[in-house]
């Protein structure tokens, strides 16, 4: 079935660092790709999202490009800080209006 | 203009107990789907509503049940609960066009069975 792999956590950074967090799927057809990230005692809230191969998501400095070939979705961003510390959940959506399958979750921490 | 409003907030049940949570989606929005979220887990999908109808549902045993209402409002419900349902519950609201491209969530439930 379709699946979405993330990197393991936590990551610890020091502000103004560069960030990869990496994700990897698995699907049937060509699904749309979305990066979420939860603050602590928080719901979670649309990062950024790429519904077609090649096409590139940004937001808030973060970026992540929908790469068919490697069925990846890596978010990049070039210089962190600290109210960047937060959880970041990769995702897929096979069918419109269908169900959100997360990866796992990986926990940065941004260091001052 | 509010966003997705869950209530309660936090809330302790004891095993074998029922509970219900409640959801106010967005302004606008006439869908709206549940997710299970165990304490450093991923979120799960439990099911979607729209039109008062369940549309799509999970991996979830049928002590999982929800409703929606005529103002698109929801409610999820869970009987004879296990300490395994302890968890956050996240409401998510969307228009049926957009799908989850237009999800907007909520804070959660916070649902700890004792």
């Known amino acids: 079935g379709d699946s979405v792999t993330q990197m393991e956590g936590p990551v610890t950074l020091s502000e103004e660092a560069f960030l990869t967090i990496n994700c990897t799927y698995t699907?049937?057809?060509?699904?749309?790709l979305f990066w979420y990230v939860q603050y602590p005692g928080e719901g979670l809230q649309l990062l950024l999202k790429?519904?077609?191969?090649?096409d590139k998501g940004s937001n808030k400095g973060f970026e992540a490009t929908y790469r068919k070939e490697t069925t990846s979705f890596h978010l990049e961003k070039g210089s962190v800080q600290v109210s960047d510390s937060a959880v970041y959940f990769c995702?897929?959506?096979?069918?419109?209006?269908?169900?959100?399958?997360f990866g796992q979750g990986t926990e940065l921490s941004v260091k001052p | 203009d509010a966003g997705v409003t869950q209530s309660p907030t936090h809330l302790i049940k004891t095993r074998g107990q029922q509970v219900t949570l409640r959801c106010s989606p967005k302004?606008?929005?006439?869908?709206v789907s549940w997710y299970q979220q165990a304490l450093g887990q991923e979120p799960q999908f439990i099911f979607q509503?729209?039109?008062?109808?369940?549309?799509q549902r999970g991996n979830f045993p049928d002590r999982f049940s929800g409703h929606q209402f005529p103002n698109y409002s929801s409610e999820l419900n869970v009987n004879a609960l296990l300490l395994g349902d302890s968890a956050l519950y996240l409401c998510?609201?969307?228009?049926?066009?957009?799908?989850?491209?237009?999800?907007?969530f909520g804070s959660g439930t916070r649902l700890t069975v004792v």
């Open positions: 998510a609201s969307s228009f049926l066009r957009q799908g989850a491209y237009g999800y907007t």
């Open positions: 699907a049937t057809g060509y699904p749309s």
């Open positions: 790429a519904t077609k191969a090649d």
């Open positions: 995702a897929l959506l096979y069918n419109q209006g269908g169900k959100l399958i």
């Open positions: 302004s606008g929005h006439d869908t």
């Open positions: 509503y729209y039109e008062e109808e369940e549309r």
